[in-house]
């Protein structure tokens, strides 16, 4: 190989410093790599978390100037026994490139580039912990050596068994909230690392620490107050200090999904949200122009939904319905970002009729009302229930409940109407349910008509003086009449 002439003992310089390793606290190192945000590349924070000095690499950038580009296909990180190509890029009048690994001055590999080419690749068939570390390219042109490029750091994963991964209170994160993402194993790692995948954003490091009165080693990442960047899929893996560029198998993929970015959607059912079993059943997601992602959720108590099922279409078919279809829904919107969704549509509950007897439905003092006045419908059950639905048929509105303290039999609900309107006119049903099956009801009960009279007192007492004046006007047109008749009858006699 010809003499490289002083570029090379320069390169030499830059690689000794730029290799040589400090004893530093993990703790204050990955604190570094999570405040330096985007101005550090993805090498230089792994390799901060892995205790490399990096200080004297800004001084040296600054004196040669811009390098030579290197990055590795398909990734930095690879599974064992895969395989990786190192690409290193540069001037298109170039004699060939050269590889360079680790502290070595001496070549690792060296390929001649035709006339046509800029670049050339490093094919590493099968990765193993031999090949894992720092890599370095530079060129050769005119019998010189050039600068190397910037360090590209080599991992190996999957050679200890995967960390569980989970996010608490779950990955299903309100806008402006915080979570948090917990990286655990039985393995005595002392750094967890914690990767966002196809993202910009940096890799994380954590020193694990031992749970108290278990024997778990954890390391648990802070994420927010969320915002729509915040949302995608994570990883996170084991490491030790003593072979800090072999890592763990990656842990189960996490999605973190991102809600409230967009105005809320409306949600409602078609043909009713009261079904008998084995009716069909469509609930549709109405939301504003430009959405073209929908989820539906089914409330399950405390427990935070685990991941929003989205789908392209508003239309969600739930026939033929059964039991488990009762419950209470809420659906969302979104656009293109596949982890960023709208706030949720207000509840709407399913409610599944047919289950019980039919009740018995009355009203007080009877079905035609003057308006403005109060009227009570009375929804009677013969077999025990404590809750008790009263539904005016074709309205969107859910159902009036009352709930009972009493629960024997027989049990009765008054539903009050104060004051009547015209909007209070129409058909009613009842329906009786148990509190322990809040979306389980019986059979609807018979159809009740409420009627609204266009009269009111105040009408009764006006029709009343019309009435008394029309009299009084009678009268005296009769009077005025026989006043007339006395003088002609007389002149007749």
């Not at 990955?171 to 909230?177: E, K, L, Y």
């Not at 405390?302 to 969600?316: A, E, K, N, R, V």
């Not at 058909?427 to 809040?438: A, E, M, N, Q, T």
Request: glycine share 8%.
């Amino acid at each position: 190989m010809r003499n490289p002439g002083p570029v090379t003992q320069k390169s030499d310089h830059v690689t000794r410093h730029l290799l040589l390793c400090v004893a530093v606290n993990l703790d204050v190192v990955c604190t570094l790599v999570t405040m330096a945000g985007s101005t550090m590349t993805w090498t230089l924070s792994v390799l901060l978390c892995l205790g490399l000095c990096w200080g004297p690499w800004d001084q040296v950038q600054a004196e040669f100037g811009p390098k030579l580009s290197i990055w590795a296909d398909p990734g930095p990180i690879v599974s064992k026994g895969n395989p990786v190509t190192i690409w290193c890029q540069g001037s298109l009048q170039v004699d060939g490139y050269i590889l360079f690994k680790e502290k070595s001055s001496e070549p690792l590999n060296t390929t001649i580039t035709q006339a046509s080419s800029h670049k050339t690749g490093f094919l590493i068939q099968s990765m193993s912990s031999y090949d894992t570390g720092l890599y370095q390219c530079a060129y050769s042109t005119g019998g010189r050596l050039s600068e190397r490029s910037e360090p590209l750091l080599l991992v190996l994963t999957g050679v200890y068994s995967p960390p569980s991964f989970s996010a608490h209170p779950g990955p299903v994160v309100t806008s402006g909230m915080n979570v948090s993402l917990l990286c655990s194993s039985q393995s005595t790692w002392d750094t967890v690392h914690l990767l966002k995948e196809g993202g910009a954003e940096l890799p994380q490091c954590r020193k694990s620490e031992q749970r108290f009165y278990e024997r778990r080693w954890q390391a648990i990442f802070p994420v927010g107050p969320m915002n729509s960047s915040h949302g995608g899929t994570y990883r996170c893996y084991g490491s030790n200090s003593s072979d800090p560029s072999v890592w763990s198998q990656p842990s189960v993929l996490l999605n973190i999904e991102v809600t409230g970015v967009y105005r809320e959607p409306s949600l409602s059912a078609q043909p009713s949200f009261l079904v008998l079993p084995g009716d069909s059943l469509t609930l549709q997601c109405g939301s504003e122009p430009g959405s073209d992602r929908f989820a539906l959720t089914k409330d399950e108590g405390p427990t935070p939904h685990q991941h929003l099922h989205g789908q392209h279409s508003p239309d969600f078919h739930l026939g033929p319905v059964n039991l488990t279809h009762g419950g209470q829904y809420r659906c969302y919107s979104g656009h293109n970002l596949s982890y960023v969704w709208s706030a949720p549509s207000a509840p709407l509950d399913i409610l599944i009729t047919g289950m019980y007897r039919k009740p018995s439905l009355s009203v007080q003092p009877g079905p035609l009302v003057a308006w403005g006045l109060t009227v009570t419908l009375q929804c009677r059950s013969e077999v025990r229930a404590d809750t008790f639905h009263l539904h005016r048929e074709g309205s969107l509105d859910p159902p009036q409940q009352l709930h009972l303290q009493n629960t024997a039999a027989p049990s009765q609900a008054n539903f009050t109407i104060s004051p009547v309107t015209w909007g209070h006119q129409g058909i009613y049903r009842c329906y009786s349910s148990h509190s322990s099956s809040p979306f389980q009801l019986s059979q609807p009960s018979d159809p009740l008509e409420l009627l609204v009279s266009d009269y009111t007192v105040g009408n009764l007492i006006r029709l009343g003086v019309s009435g008394f004046i029309l009299v009084v006007l009678g009268v005296l047109l009769c009077e005025a009449w026989h006043s007339w008749r006395r003088p002609h009858d007389a002149a007749r006699s």
